[in-house]
């Protein structure tokens, strides 16, 4: 049996730096572990305490980090007591108003909204139409009470409905003092109804040409003393 001649030195250094070479380029290409739970955990609550959000002050939108709710000024503010929570949206407010605009103007808009799709209460009555006979002109007027609200009518005696609208005998205007503001003749009871149907409706959906009406009026006309 022939004895195998043993590798040289040579042979044996190219072979060590052969395998250092391969070690070195498996390791490089092998994928990167992933990092641990912790690693994870720690990245998440940086990124948490890094994000931004707005202020909650009602119309403020300054960023404000995600550990806080008010912006710099507005927290000053908060603690000498200056502003609280609106009780509608839940953001803040300055004391003096019950809350904040945002939701007194959306309130306004549902009461607006609610009023204009409310159905046309004409005056009116089966009594009325026996005196009407022989009468060539009635009246359609406007009222503007107390709380600075205007109220269209028709009659075919003024003076006489509006001694009714004074001593709180008529319903719609009870309890509130009234005053005319305005009034125009027409020829038959059918032309007052559908005029104080405009006048009523103008008075829901536009209440400056009502305004301006009553203006013009006022301007050429002197108001008839019916107290």
């Given at each position: 049996m022939r004895n195998?001649?043993?590798?040289?030195?040579l042979s044996r250094f190219i072979k060590a730096i052969v395998d250092?070479?391969?070690?070195?380029?498996e390791r490089?290409?092998?994928?990167?572990?992933?990092?641990?739970?912790?690693?994870?955990?720690?990245?998440?609550?940086?990124?948490?305490?890094?994000?931004?959000?707005t202020c909650q002050y009602w119309n403020c939108n300054i960023n404000v980090r995600s550990n806080h709710f008010l912006c710099a000024e507005h927290y000053e503010d908060y603690q000498e007591y200056v502003i609280d929570k609106c009780?509608?949206?839940?953001?803040?407010?300055d004391v003096g108003f019950d809350v904040c605009k945002d939701c007194y103007s959306a309130s306004k808009k549902r009461g607006a909204d609610k009023k204009s799709n409310s159905p046309i209460r004409r005056e009116h009555s089966k009594a009325w139409?026996?005196?009407d006979q022989g009468i060539e002109n009635f009246f359609v007027y406007i009222l503007k009470d107390d709380r600075g609200e205007f109220y269209p009518g028709q009659t075919r005696d003024l003076r006489i409905r509006y001694g009714y609208h004074t001593d709180g005998k008529v319903e719609s205007t009870a309890?509130?003092?009234q005053k005319?503001?305005?009034y125009e003749t027409l020829s038959s009871r059918q032309q007052a109804t559908l005029r104080e149907t405009e006048l009523k409706t103008l008075?829901?959906?536009?209440?400056?040409?009502?305004?301006?009406?009553?203006?013009?009026f006022a301007d050429n006309h002197k108001l008839i003393t019916l107290d």
């Open positions: 195998r001649k043993k590798p040289s030195t250092a070479v391969g070690s070195e380029a490089k290409g092998a994928p990167k572990k992933p990092h641990n739970s912790f690693a994870r955990q720690r990245g998440s609550n940086y990124k948490q305490r890094t994000s931004k959000k009780p509608e949206c839940g953001r803040f407010k139409e026996k005196g309890g509130r003092k005319l503001v305005y008075v829901n959906k536009n209440p400056f040409k009502i305004r301006k009406m009553i203006q013009d």
